[in-house]
């Protein structure tokens, strides 16, 4: 008996997956559809999805790029100077900054700030029957609200990105050259001989891909909120979805860095 | 009612979970009607408005609109067909981050090719047809419930649609402002006369409304009938309906006289 409840359970959980990964595959494929399909969009809307998930992130990227890059400094310092390199902290900042923790922290703080936004705004749309009103207009969704979500974000993402690593290697600036009496000279020659263009592209790719899984991930389950297992309706269900979408994003991006950087290096 | 329905709903089956809620429907609506479907609350009225605009599949069953099967058609094919269609929602379902202006005008700027100053000139007559027109900078959560469903008739009208769809027009609203929308009704079916079909509990005043009415009781449509001979029917369900929503509140006549 036991064993049947327990294959039982087992196997509803492994349909319910299957099914919601199936239909977050055809959603990714009808947005991107949707985002060459003609015709083309009004350039507010997506002025409008950058402005909210770009230009409303720079503060906080400003703010975590520069203690990312002062931490950085601080630690890189500290271990350099066992091995009388300090010399390299320029560097080894830099190319932190660049190759992993930019993209990675951007991706992460973006989806705290931005990813939970899309995803709630979607789910009361789909819960106030926003979205079946749009779709009774012969309006497509994914034409309308979706593919400007997906096309800013691809955008914003890596601007974002670059905005992280410029303040955090300033940040580490004034730690090592400021605070630990590096020479300054040395900091931006170390960088300026050790950064090659791989470094970066790494970096454009990963930001590229991670604003692509924050926009799918929160957009997804923001509009299948209804299809969620314990009852997606109401602001608890809005709610519920909206963390369980955060967490989705961070793990993904987390799993697809490792992948990415495999795949590169 | 020699011509062809407009809308034909054909042995409609459909089961949410456990519950079997359409166990059959059949109904015919024509053009340039008004069709009320009444019915006691959670017997699928609603359902049967959300099968005809393809929000839903059935299990089983036709829903045809000009003679076609919304359920087997192209994505273009249905997008075609719901061109024609207006909707009011039972809550409005209006884009609470637009103003009511951007609301009414959202579907002929996404539709059309109208200039914004040509859309301004309709938008601002459906919003004075609506005695809205000093209303249009205000968001939705501004606006008190009747004012919010006379925004999303205003939305629904924009287009100039053929067939419009009413879910619970009334309902959470008071006397005046049912009436209000009823007049609101009125007066644009017929400047535009379009077909409609009404989702409604507000029986009788909805019959005023109504060139049919029916009777959604116990998974199927009982009867589709003229107000007049709905409330005259010999079939049980429809006799059972109007003795509980129209026949004496008292159980004594002496005390309603």
């Known amino acids: ?265 | 009612m020699n011509k062809e329905p407009t809308i034909q709903l054909i042995d409609v089956n459909k089961t949410f979970g456990t519950q079997h809620v359409l166990k059959g429907v059949n109904l015919s609506i024509y053009e340039g009607k008004t069709i009320v479907i009444v019915g006691e609350s959670g017997q699928g009225k609603s359902s049967i408005i959300k099968h005809i605009l393809g929000l839903i599949k059935p299990d089983s069953g036709k829903v045809l609109v000009y003679g076609k099967d919304v359920n087997r058609i192209s994505k273009k094919e249905l997008k075609d067909i719901r061109s024609n269609f207006g909707v009011l929602f039972q809550n409005a379902a209006l884009f609470d981050s637009m103003t009511v202006f951007d609301n009414v005008a959202l579907p002929l700027r996404e539709r059309t090719s109208k200039s914004e100053q040509e859309i301004s000139a309709i938008v601002n007559e459906k919003l004075e047809m609506m005695d809205l027109h000093e209303s249009n900078e205000k968001f939705p959560a501004q606006l008190s419930g009747g004012m919010r469903k006379r925004v999303g008739l205003a939305r629904a009208l924009a287009l100039n649609p053929k067939i419009v769809f009413f879910d619970e027009p009334t309902t959470g609203l008071d006397v005046a402002k049912s009436n209000e929308i009823y007049r609101v009704f009125f007066r644009t079916q017929s400047k535009l006369g379009y077909t409609a079909v009404i989702v409604s509990h507000d029986v009788p005043k909805i019959f005023k409304l109504a060139d049919y009415v029916a009777l959604m009781s116990e998974g199927v449509i009982q009867d589709s009938l003229s107000p007049e001979d709905f409330q005259t029917s010999d079939n049980p369900a429809i006799s059972d309906f109007v003795e509980k929503t129209m026949g004496r509140i008292y159980e004594s006549g002496q005390v309603e006289g």
Not at chain 1, 162 to 172: E, M, P, T
Not at chain 1, 207 to 235: D, P, Q
Request: hydrophobic fraction near 50%; include cysteine; charged fraction near 10%.
């Open chain 1, 1 to 265: 008996m036991f064993l049947l409840r327990f294959s039982e359970t087992l196997g509803s959980h492994f349909l319910y997956y299957v099914n919601q990964a199936g239909r977050m595959g055809i959603f990714l494929f009808l947005v991107i559809f949707n985002m060459f399909k003609l015709p083309y969009y009004k350039i507010s809307n997506i002025t409008k999805q950058i402005y909210s998930i770009g230009t409303l992130s720079i503060f906080v990227i400003i703010f975590t790029g520069a203690f990312t890059g002062m931490v950085l400094a601080l630690q890189g310092y500290t271990t350099l100077r066992k091995f009388s390199s300090e010399g390299l902290l320029g560097s080894a900042v830099a190319l932190g900054l660049i190759r992993e923790l930019g993209p990675v922290l951007t991706a992460l703080m973006v989806t705290g700030r931005a990813g939970s936004a899309i995803c709630a705004e979607i789910g009361i749309m789909r819960n106030s029957e926003q979205i079946d009103a749009l779709e009774c207009m012969a309006i497509d969704p994914y034409k309308y609200i979706l593919a400007p979500k997906f096309i800013a974000a691809i955008i914003s993402m890596p601007l974002l990105n670059a905005i992280f690593n410029v303040v955090g290697i300033f940040g580490g600036y004034a730690i090592g050259v400021g605070l630990l009496g590096l020479n300054k000279g040395a900091y931006f020659y170390s960088m300026y001989k050790d950064v090659e263009f791989n470094d970066i592209y790494m970096g454009l790719v990963k930001s590229f891909c991670f604003g692509l899984i924050m926009v799918w991930t929160c957009s997804a389950k923001g509009y299948f909120v209804h299809l969620e297992r314990n009852g997606g309706f109401g602001a608890e269900g809005v709610s519920r979805v909206t963390t369980s979408a955060v967490v989705l994003s961070s793990v993904s991006i987390l799993v697809f860095d490792y992948f990415i950087t495999s795949l590169l290096l």
